[in-house]
T-cell receptor
Framework: QQQVKQSPQSLIVQKGGISIINCAYENTAFDYFPWYQQFPGKGPALLIAIRPDVSEKKEGRFTISFNKSAKQFSLHIMDSQPGDSATYFCAASIEGGSYIPTFGRGTSLIVHP | NAGVTQTPKFRVLKTGQSMTLLCAQDMNHEYMYWYRQDPGMGLRLIHYSVGEGTTAKGEVPDGYNVSRLKKQNFLLGLESAAPSQTSVYFC????FGTGEEKKLFFGSGTQLSVL
């Protein structure tokens, strides 16, 4: 059973456009939702994260939108740039106790110049 | 400050051979993890450790063993490699407790091919 479902699997956007990646989760005990960015040949790295006490978090061109009632969260990349081309993973975890995040299957983003 | 270091970076095995992947972290993190990454499957947890001398199974533990004899090292072993274990393997570490940006620190990966 896939606890965190991520879509789309791949995404192609023109430079300057908006990239949107969606995730949905099952476990209502999840209370921490990070997004990781992975460039080819590298390990993933934390991009931005949100906790359910807020509905939105913005860092530069990257925004997480969170809908607790729908158990969904999404990553928006404004003014997408070719340098944003990477694989993006959403994740969910329970902060109390052992930190074992569950990852979505990833979205391969290509931003055309 | 090296962070998380994985060795080797590449390896080719024949079916039935054994090998050990080494992960070392210099951040004094309590938690360490081994993931495998396959196309379309994302990151799947193989085993993890919440402290020196302790290990636990993740989502896909079959065919793998781990050991954490020292806090800074986490070893992943394949006793009898199978083609299904062809993958990119990532080690990660994390600190215990909550924080503003709780996160995993990943190594750069090991590309393993089993022929």
């Amino acid at each position: 059973q896939q606890q965190v479902k991520q879509s789309p699997q791949s995404l192609i956007v023109q430079k300057g456009g908006i990239s949107i990646i969606n995730c949905a989760y099952e476990n209502t005990a999840f209370d921490y939702f990070p997004w990781y960015q992975q460039f080819p040949g590298k390990g993933p790295a934390l991009l931005i994260a949100i906790r359910p006490d807020v509905s939105e978090k913005k860092e530069g061109r990257f925004t997480i939108s969170f809908n607790k009632s729908a158990k969904q969260f999404s990553l928006h990349i404004m003014d997408s740039q070719p340098g944003d081309s990477a694989t993006y993973f959403c994740a969910a975890s329970i902060e109390g106790g052992s930190y074992i995040p569950t990852f979505g299957r990833g979205t391969s983003l290509i931003v055309h110049p | 400050n090296a962070g998380v270091t994985q060795t080797p970076k590449f390896r080719v095995l024949k079916t039935g051979q054994s090998m050990t992947l080494l992960c070392a972290q210099d951040m004094n993190h309590e938690y360490m993890y081994w993931y495998r990454q396959d196309p379309g499957m994302g990151l799947r947890l193989i085993h993890y450790s919440v402290g020196e001398g302790t290990t636990a199974k993740g989502e896909v533990p079959d065919g793998y063993n781990v050991s954490r004899l020292k806090k800074q090292n986490f070893l992943l072993g394949l006793e009898s490699a199978a083609p299904s274990q062809t993958s990119v393997y990532f080690c990660a570490s994390s600190y215990f407790g909550t924080g503003e940006e709780k996160k995993l620190f990943f190594g750069s990966g090991t590309q393993l091919s089993v022929l």
